[in-house]
């Protein structure tokens, strides 16, 4: 039988003593620690209030609805806790707390089995929530057997983060799972050259003079002989990159090395869909899966770790939608100038740019970033507008704001849309609708609105070109 399954209540309490004061910030109640023990030995309330000296309508009226709406939010993930479901729910929390205590315990030679790793692989260190997503991403690679899997999110959300513990929690349940495990960190100068002639290294392949299509087919032959995890961290870089035929060549590459039916496959982080990258579609499958910020739960006991607690937590995630990153940047200066009081920091009413997210905002703004004039302008219009209103903005305003603001008689609504698309792929605008029928609605992250707003490396204003937009959004008397 696992430890996890002998623990007793005490045991189990103290697991669930910590997420409770991570998620409240205070300790659990005496009362509800006679109603926790009670639900798990099958007692009802009246043997319950016997036997600790309580009034039996007092657990059962007033402690124990309370106390099943906080575990319900607390330890529930979308399920209802209640007297009879609270034991199921509690062995399961003990399970998780067993496996990532068991995980933190192996040794690198049982973790690795037989597989060959090559590459600088992130430190983990504390890695919070993701279960879902991991959950997901495992079902998709061990079942479907899903040859390419993309993973898109804006900087900081912990792209590389989750594929390093993916791969982790993979090799925890098979060690033998993969022969090679490689992961290439993608630079703008890297080229399409230096990754095949770096995994023809790795797997002692003889590739003499040979043509980069057939070093390429030679990989591919290899990956179909052999079980391969290649991942391909920071893909977002060769976006910038102008030349047609080198983008082509990173094109070619990834059609072929996941071409076919083979047991090996290939993650790619980036911060831009790969449909923006390539420019030619091909019929190759790629599972694309964007990556949002950190449930409610895991943000909170990440806050709760570098001791930020109380119920103005949940106000400072919803801020920065969760981002680990960004989370982590403001925890730090509000341990260090604020002593730790998200009511002192409040106060200011203050939001602050973490490193990541403004590294990748300066990406998408620099003179050679990521964003055309249209988009560029669209996330100006947006900031301007939410800064004024603090309200989402319908599409209809936007396209007739557009019309006026430029002096345009006809806009290519067309190419808004599309610009729209992917400034909400890229999770750099959002969108909402009260509604089903309802039209769109657009906003965007506190975060992102004021680096706009601030514009604090001159790139946003700058680089904006009302004349080159002007002729790029008319359209020819065509929506």
């Known amino acids: 039988m696992n430890s996890y399954q002998n623990l007793d209540i005490e045991r189990v309490l103290d697991i669930l003593e910590r997420q409770v004061f991570q998620y409240l910030g205070r300790h659990l109640l005496e009362s509800e620690r006679v109603v926790i023990k009670g639900s798990w030995d099958g007692k009802d309330y009246k043997v319950m209030a016997q036997d600790a000296g309580y009034n039996t ?17 607390v330890i529930g993930n979308g399920v209802s806790v209640n007297k009879r479901s609270l034991k199921t729910i509690l062995l399961k929390i003990a399970k998780q707390d067993y496996l990532d205590t068991e995980v933190s315990k192996l040794d690198d030679d049982i973790l690795l089995g037989k597989t060959k790793f090559y590459g600088d692989f992130p430190k983990l260190g504390n890695f ?53 495990i490689i992961w290439k960190a993608v630079g703008r100068s890297l080229l399409v050259d230096d990754i095949v002639n770096d995994l023809i290294n790795i797997f002692q392949l003889k590739s003499n003079k040979k043509s980069l299509p057939q070093k390429i087919s030679l990989l591919s032959q290899f990956f179909h002989l052999h079980r391969c995890l290649l991942v391909l961290d920071g893909f977002e870089k060769l976006a910038r990159v102008e030349n047609f035929e080198k983008r082509l060549e990173y094109e070619d590459f990834v059609a072929g090395i996941i071409d076919g039916s083979h047991n090996s496959c290939t993650i790619v982080t980036s911060q831009v869909p790969l449909k923006e990258i390539f420019y030619v579609t091909t019929d190759v499958s790629i599972t694309s899966f964007k990556i949002e910020g950190l449930d409610k739960k895991a943000a909170i006991q990440m806050l709760s770790e570098k001791g930020i607690t109380g119920n103005k937590c949940k106000d400072l995630i919803e801020i920065y939608r ?8 403001v925890a730090d200066r509000i341990t260090r100038i604020f002593g730790s009081s998200l009511e002192k920091f409040f106060e200011y009413k203050t939001t602050v740019i973490g490193p990541r997210i403004e590294a990748m905002l300066n990406r998408q703004f620099g003179q050679d970033g990521l964003l055309t004039n249209l988009q560029r302008e669209i996330m100006i219009y947006l900031a301007e507008e939410i800064a004024k209103t603090s309200a989402p903005i319908p599409f209809s305003k936007l396209i007739d704001d557009f019309r006026e603001r430029f002096n345009l008689e006809v806009v290519s609504v067309s190419q808004i849309i599309i610009s729209l698309e992917i400034l909400e792929q890229r999770s750099l605008i959002e969108t909402s609708k009260k509604l089903s029928k309802q039209e769109l609605h657009y906003g965007m992250e506190p975060v992102v609105k004021k680096y706009i707003l601030v514009d604090p490396y001159g790139l946003v204003y700058k680089s904006s070109n009302k004349k080159e937009l002007t002729s790029y959004v008319q359209g020819q008397n065509s929506p």
Request: with cysteine; aromatic share 12%.
């Open 322 to 329: 969760g981002n680990p990153s960004e989370l982590e940047a």
């Open 57 to 73: 309508d007092y657990l059962h009226k007033e402690v124990g609805p309370q106390l099943w709406t906080i575990l319900s939010e």
């Open 128 to 180: 919070y929530g993701r279960k879902e997503e991991i959950s997901f991403l495992k079902y998709k690679i061990n079942i479907f057997k899903e040859r390419c899997i993309s993973l898109v999110g804006v900087g900081g959300i912990g792209k590389s983060f989750l594929t390093a513990k993916l791969i982790e929690e993979i090799l925890f349940e098979n060690p033998n799972t993969y022969e090679y």
